[in-house]
């Protein structure tokens, strides 16, 4: 029989870890939050907007970036379009799965959290130290890929698991 202790070792590292990370999502919210708020838009506003500044994206894909439900993007998606801060637009890959952009008034918003933005962000490089910040980032990223693996091996893949 195995020895239990490295097993039980290991369950430890990933119930912290997870702690930790749910810690950081809540604290990640809460100064999203207030970062959105002056700009007029939520902190699962901004997630979305974020998702596709760089190009537009389909609800499904803004999901598997954001590591969250379709549904829940469907859901803010609809309402930045209602409010004007995105639009749908006709996907050339895909008939009925309409790709999502932001509107000139979504990227001004996300534009004016920016400064405020900048100031955390020097704030916590100079907290933590830039080879800190870097490395947190790395790891963060080397999880994300591990954890991805993982649900690509589950039965159902990463759709069975996500909430």
Do not use: C
Not at 63 to 74: E, L
Not at 129 to 150: I, M, P
């Amino acid at each position: 029989m195995p020895d239990a202790s490295p097993v039980r070792a290991r369950q430890d590292l990933l119930s912290r870890t997870a702690l930790g990370v749910f810690g950081l999502n809540g604290r990640f919210l809460a100064i999203s939050e207030e970062l959105a708020r002056p700009a007029g838009l939520t902190a699962a506003w901004w997630q979305v907007l974020g998702a596709v500044l760089q190009e537009p994206l389909p609800v499904a894909g803004i999901a598997r970036v954001m590591g969250i439900t379709r549904q829940s993007v469907q859901r803010i998606a609809d309402l930045l379009a209602a409010k004007g801060l995105a639009e749908y637009v006709p996907n050339p890959a895909h008939r009925r799965a309409k790709l999502l952009r932001p509107t000139e008034e979504g990227r001004a918003a996300v534009a004016r959290i920016t400064p405020a933005h900048a100031v955390l962000a020097t704030r916590l490089a100079e907290e933590l130290g830039e080879a800190a910040f870097t490395e947190t980032v790395e790891v963060l990223d080397r999880l994300t890929k591990a954890l991805d693996t993982l649900l690509a091996d589950t039965p159902g893949g990463r759709e069975a698991t996500t909430p």
